[in-house]
C-alpha cells in the first residue's frame, strides 16, 4: 500500500517546498494539492464537507496547483506530485495539456494527474465551462489532451474544443502521458474511468465503498477487454488510521492519501511528523 498526504498550500501555510522535501524523507509515495482558481463571492452551491454548506476560506486562499508542484519537484526526486484534483472544465487543454507535459518533464515521470468536473456551478461557470454538462466537457477535453501527447501534428475536433493540426510540446516523460485518476463518486464515475481514465481517486469514502467499486470497476474493464489491473484505486483525503487504511488496501486500494491540515511550518511538520509516525513505521 502507497501512503500519499494531501494539503491546502496558502500565502499563510508552510511552503509546499519544505513539505515535499520532509514528506520525501519520511517516505510518503506522495504529495497532493486541490485547485480552486476563484471562489465568487456569492454563490448557491452548497459545500458537502459541511452541515451548513458554507464554503471554507481556504478554498478561496489556496494556491495554484501546478505552480506548487513545480516548485515542489525542484527540491525532490522520488516522491510523486499529484492533483487532488484540477477542474478540468475550467482550463483549455491547449494549455493544460502542456502545463501537464512540462511538470511531468521536469519532474522526471513523477506527476500524478488526479482530474474532476467541479461542484461550484459559479466557479465553473465563471471560467467558461459548462456545468450541466461538465463531465461531457471534461472527457472532450481529455481526449484532446491526449492527441496533443501523443502525436506530434496533433488536431482535434469535438463538441467544446476543436482545432486544426498544431505542435505541443514538450513530451512528458511517461509515455503515452501521466495517469488520469478520475475523482469523487459520481454515477457515471466507473465507466467514464472504462472509457478514458487510468485510475479512481474517491474522496469520503468507506472500505465498503471502494470494495463495490473496485468490483464495478474490474467487470467494466473485462467486458471492454482491459486488464482490471491496469486502473488504480487511490483513496484520497484519510485520517492516520492504520486500521482503516489496511481495510482499504484488503478492498482494493493501492493508495490512501492522508490529510494534512493547513498551518504554519511548525505545525505542519509536527503534524507530518505524527502521521508517519503512526502510518509508516
Known sequence: MDIGVSTFPTDY???IAKLAQKAEEHGFDSIWVPEHIVVPLKTNSPWAGSPDGKIPKVYADMVDPFVALARASAVTTKIKLGTGICLVPEHHPLLLAKQVATLDM????????????????????LLGGDFAHRWTQTKDSILAMKELWTTV?????????????VYSF???????HPPVLLGGMAKNVFKRIIDYGDG?????????D???GRTTLDELAEAA???????????????????LIKRFEEA???????????ANEEDTLKQLESIAETVLK
Open 252 to 262: 482494493g486500494a493501492s493508495r490512501v492519501m492522508i490529510r494534512i491540515e493547513t
Open 13 to 15: 501555510s508552510i511552503d
Open 106 to 125: 521536469y519532474s522526471q515521470g513523477r506527476f500524478l494527474f488526479g482530474i474532476g468536473a467541479g461542484w461550484l456551478r459559479e466557479e465553473t461557470e
Open 170 to 176: 514538450p513530451r512528458s516523460v511517461q509515455r503515452p
Open 200 to 208: 479512481w481517486m474517491p474522496n469520503r469514502v468507506t472500505p465498503e
Open 153 to 165: 501534428e496533433s488536431e482535434y475536433h469535438g463538441k467544446y474544443y476543436d482545432f486544426p493540426a
Open 225 to 243: 477487454g482491459r486488464d482490471p489491473k491496469s486502473i488504480d484505486v487511490s483513496v484520497f483525503g484519510q485520517a492516520a488510521d492504520n486500521d
Open 210 to 212: 471502494i470494495r463495490a
